[in-house]
């Protein structure tokens, strides 16, 4: 029984390591249906200017909120100078965000080096805590912690907020939102800094958790992040919670019971998915690119 | 009733990719009146409103509001200083509830929008009823009340209406003209309608539009009485 649930509160920090990763894409793919494949890159920025500011600066938060700062300005260039001519073009946004991804991992080189670097942790986050022969991590607990605010806020503002309702009605109507005096253009750059700011910051906060941080890490973790959005259904912040929940948990179990598997279970999860509700886990309607 | 133009339209053209939609159209509102805007399907009605909020902005001519040129400016800038839009789908935001939609078109949150927000419910009570339902899951006419309720929300010193009557059962179409009966008592109106009995209930002016080109001018009296008319550019009679 300790087993099952050391292996559980493991799967639900992976998850949340993944809906960290997964909720800016959320937003700028899921709910503005933009192919940002780029959103990787901005992940990896995230994680190498947590850990340079960190490692400079003495001081981990700062670390975090400059890696968001990064993620911000980053954010801003891709829409602007990449996003913004592709508007409602999925085959150029493909190509686009494809080709900047690569741009923004060949730059970490340059400026980072080409080798791997450590991600430290902090020391009050570091070690253990045992409670009779379950095992908690602080950073785990940490990463559990920080997502779950996380998606209190994402779901309040979202659901709640005028801001909220602004994004979810231009989404499914552009023109009419405009026609009720709302600038939706200044509100998706708005949308697409903060997707991206939350990249920036699922990568400061993954950097310290796999201890290692490396270029190509960009290209490995979006892709999870565009399964966890098909999987939790377009725009769905609670779909996206479940869903990297859900694939958390089946790594971190076959992992452990049928390692085999655990390279193509999240995979037969989206492929199950697809099949059984192509909407996905919860899905927005309405949406449209009008 | 002041005799002022509060809106203007130049010589307008409008294309649409290649299509040359608007030619030369001519067009004027008087503050305080109801403008028809009349002809048969395809004769260029609803892209004059398009023209006049901005979607489809003209490429030719000027657009004149107030007495200021709006024709280059956004769709945001146009609604803020003061046109009111209820398009022919309705532009309801399906998931959103009907509190949202009202919400969300609420440029200001002071006592003067509360007041009219009141107003709006008190013409559509079925609003207030439904005030939690998703706008997606609302009949035909009560999206066509929540679409005008929603434009009617702020100050409109113009209100665009493209066909309220499409599709609505008779007995719905009547509700709908007596809301914009009250209304007209506030803000000008431009009103795109096929129903001719609608428009008789309602109009003060017309113009009637032909192929992109606005052929006739006049009263509605006058358009009621001419039977050639009617039959050569309605289809009716």
């Known amino acids: 029984m300790e087993l099952f649930i050391n292996l559980a509160i493991n799967g639900v920090a992976m998850g949340m390591l993944i809906f960290l990763i997964a909720s800016g894409l959320t937003l700028i793919f899921g709910l503005m249906s933009v192919l940002n494949f780029a959103h990787g890159g901005l992940f990896a920025w995230g994680a190498y200017s947590g850990v340079f500011f960190y490692v400079l600066l003495d001081n981990f938060w700062l670390g975090i909120l400059l ?11 891709t829409e602007f100078l ?6 409602g073009n999925h085959i150029r946004q493909i190509l686009i965000t494809l080709g900047f991804m690569l741009v923004l991992t060949e730059m970490l080189k340059v400026v980072f080096g080409p080798n791997i670097i450590n991600a430290p942790t902090p020391e009050y986050l570091q070690g253990s805590w045992m409670i009779g022969d379950i095992t908690i991590i602080k950073y785990r607990a940490f990463i559990i912690a920080v997502g779950l605010i996380l998606f209190i806020v994402m779901y309040s503002v979202l659901r709640y907020s005028k801001v909220g309702l602004v994004v979810r009605a231009g989404v499914m109507n552009k023109e009419m939102i405009q026609a009720l005096g709302v600038n939706i253009k200044k509100v998706f750059v708005i949308v697409f800094m903060v997707g991206s700011a939350l990249a920036a910051l699922g990568g400061a906060l993954f950097a310290p958790s796999s201890g290692a941080i490396y270029a190509e890490m960009g290209m490995e973790f979006g892709i999870f992040a565009f399964i966890v959005v098909i999987i939790g259904g377009m725009g769905s912040i609670p779909g996206s919670l479940l869903a990297a929940l859900l694939v958390g948990m089946a790594n971190t179990f076959t992992a452990y019971y049928v390692p085999i598997l655990s390279m193509v279970v999240t995979m037969l999860i989206m492929l199950v998915v697809l ?9 927005v309607s309405g949406v449209s690119n009008k | 009733m002041s005799q002022q133009p509060l809106l203007n339209l130049e010589k307008v053209n409008t294309h649409i990719d290649q299509f040359h939609i608007l030619q030369n159209v001519n067009f004027t509102v008087k503050k305080g009146e109801l403008t028809l805007l009349l002809g048969r399907n395809g004769a260029g009605k609803t892209t004059t409103l398009r023209t006049i909020i901005g979607l489809n902005p003209p490429t030719k001519g000027r657009v004149m509001f107030n007495g200021e040129d709006i024709s280059a400016i956004p769709p945001y800038k146009i609604a803020k200083k003061g046109i009111g839009y209820v398009p022919e789908d309705q532009g309801i935001f399906y998931d959103l509830t009907v509190g949202e939609n009202m919400r969300v078109a609420m440029m200001k949150e002071d006592d003067a ?6 107003s709006s419910l008190e013409l559509f009570p079925d609003l207030k009823k439904f005030w939690k339902k998703p706008g997606g899951q609302l009949s035909g006419g009560q999206k066509q009340m929540l679409s005008i309720a929603r434009a009617f929300v702020n100050e409109t010193d113009l209100l665009l209406i493209d066909e309220p009557s499409k599709g609505l059962a008779p007995v719905i179409v009547e509700k709908v003209i007596e809301a914009i009966e009250k209304i007209k008592e506030h803000t000008t109106v431009v009103l795109v309608e096929q129903n001719f009995y609608m428009a008789k209930r309602l109009g003060d002016r017309f113009y009637i539009l032909d192929d992109g080109l606005s052929v006739h001018e006049g009263y509605m009296n006058e358009l009621d009485e001419n039977e050639e ?3 050569k550019y309605l289809g009716i009679g």
Do not use: D
């Open chain 2, 113 to 118: 929008t509360q007041k009219r927000l009141e």
């Open chain 1, 67 to 77: 890696a968001i700062v990064t993620g911000i300005l980053l954010g801003w260039i």
């Open chain 1, 82 to 87: 990449i996003v913004r001519p592709v508007y």
């Open chain 1, 275 to 283: 099949i059984f509700r192509p909407q996905g886990l919860f899905n």
């Open chain 2, 229 to 231: 008319l009617k039959r």
